[in-house]
């Protein structure tokens, strides 16, 4: 999924991208704020004195299947997507951002279709707190629950061999409409100042 984001920016803005990911399957939202964030904030290689992050251009963001999958409470949720936004445009503050909302959960395995239908349901009360924490950040969002569908709508190649994690075809539409979303999406100075969540 990096690659083929860093591959739409590319062609998008002609000019190379240099992409490094932070990110590993099963994570969740408090992974990213415990793990994910200092070491992107550290330097990238021993022989570099600078954070990695610090001199990025573009951060995209792509978490909270899992935190649906494992059913995150929504304010811890909320809170540790609001501690990784305001940490990245901490130290990257011109940096453009782009947050992937939480994708509508499908699958081709008739005994874990109920559980696919149940964590979709969970997911729904997680993604209006994505959309409006990337409002709050100054981020772009990335509506994959809305956006994807009609882009596979059909196929039958859209997920790998799991039958539940999307495939090359189905992480190119994820692909498609995260760049989407970054490359039209607000700059840095429409972050707005809220009051600190209450949970």
């Known amino acids: 999924l990096p690659y083929l984001i860093a591959r739409r920016v590319a062609d998008a803005e002609q000019?190379?991208?240099?992409?490094?990911?932070?990110?590993?399957?099963g994570a969740r939202a408090a992974d990213l704020v415990r793990q994910q964030l200092p070491r992107a904030i550290e330097p990238l290689r021993a022989t570099n004195t600078e954070s990695f992050l610090a001199g990025a251009d573009i951060v995209a963001i792509v978490i909270g299947s899992n935190d649906a999958t494992h059913n995150t409470p929504p304010g811890r949720f909320r809170a540790s997507l609001r501690a990784v936004l305001e940490g990245v445009r901490e130290v990257a503050p011109s940096a453009r951002m782009v947050l992937a909302?939480?994708?509508a959960f499908r699958g081709a395995l008739r005994g874990v279709e109920p559980l696919i239908f149940l964590a979709d349901q969970y997911a729904r009360l997680l993604r209006p707190l994505s959309r409006?924490?990337?409002?709050r950040a100054g981020a772009?969002?990335?509506?994959l629950a809305r956006d994807v569908?009609?882009?596979?709508?059909?196929?039958t190649d859209v997920l790998s061999r799991d039958q539940f994690h999307p495939s090359v075809v189905g992480y190119s539409a994820w692909?498609?409409?995260i760049a989407r979303a970054l490359l039209a999406g607000p700059s840095p100075a429409a972050a707005v100042r809220l009051e600190p969540a209450g949970a």
């Open 132 to 135: 409006d924490e990337a409002a």
């Open 175 to 177: 692909a498609d409409v």
């Open 101 to 103: 909302g939480i994708p």
């Open 149 to 155: 569908p009609p882009l596979i709508r059909g196929r």
């Open 15 to 25: 000019r190379s991208v240099h992409v490094v990911s932070y990110g590993w399957a």
């Open 140 to 143: 772009a969002y990335a509506d």
